[in-house]
């Protein structure tokens, strides 16, 4: 699935606070599907769709542009990578769609991201996942529903692929979690970790690229 994340935050800047969410509208001809609708971010809570429709990606990005630009305080439609982007700041809300062409119509991923103050933010990120020293943050995505709640954190570190491998395979033994799959291939770059604790569940894989380590790790927690 492509991502929406990394275009989405630039416009968020000393905004002010509102209470209830816009409402998003879809055309008529358009399937929709929830992807979160309870998600964070990097911290900022955010709701996802995707969308699929036979349109044309000009027809949709002008459903968008009707339907967002007379209410917004700053908009723009850009492409991207083949795609087109369109953003919409609303504050403290940032609507963005992402539209890719494909043979039988297009397919949509359009999501909300709500502003937070920096001490609201603060006590957000202070549930911060384990990561090495020296290692970097590059995305933190939390999302909720009925039965679990999911994480995927990416990370990329200077420290050796075995380092980083170590560094979290005995995080979690020193914590009581069991050992699922353990896989250290340093000839290849690449490692791979599993850890479960009840219900609860960790995936991490390793890949080597440019001197740098990067860290994908997804999190489960159950009820």
């Known amino acids: 699935m492509k991502s929406l994340f990394p275009l989405i935050l630039v416009l968020f800047t000393g905004l002010t606070q509102a209470s209830d969410w816009p409402e998003v509208n879809f055309p008529d001809t358009a399937k929709v599907e ?8 990097n911290g900022y809570p955010m709701k996802t769709w995707v969308v699929k429709d036979t349109q044309s990606q000009a027809q949709l990005a002008a ?3 009707k339907a967002w630009q007379k209410d917004s305080e700053r908009f723009d439609s850009r492409p991207f990578n083949g795609d087109l982007v369109i953003n919409s700041l609303q504050s403290p809300y940032l609507l963005t769609a992402r539209i890719s ?17 920096e001490n609201e933010l603060a ?4 549930n911060t ?5 020296g290692a970097t943050v590059l995305s933190d995505i939390a999302s909720t529903d009925l039965y679990k709640q999911g994480r995927t ?6 420290r050796s692929l075995a380092s980083n491998y170590h560094y979290y395979r005995r995080h979690y033994q020193q914590r009581g979690w069991v050992e699922e799959t353990a896989i250290l291939d340093t000839q290849s770059g690449k ?11 960790v995936d991490i ?12 790790a997804n999190q489960v927690k159950q009820g």
């Open 129 to 133: 996942f384990p990561q090495p020293s």
């Open 123 to 126: 006590r957000v990120r202070r």
């Open 191 to 201: 490692a791979a970790l599993q850890m479960s604790q009840g219900t609860n569940s």
């Open 34 to 41: 929830i992807v979160a609708d309870e998600m964070r971010y």
């Open 153 to 158: 954190i990416v990370l990329s570190s200077t």
């Open 63 to 65: 459903f968008f542009t």
């Open 205 to 216: 894989s390793f890949d080597t690229r440019n001197s740098q380590v990067y860290i994908v």
């Open 101 to 117: 062409q494909q043979l039988d119509g297009v397919t949509a991923f359009v999501g909300i991201t709500k502003n937070m103050e």
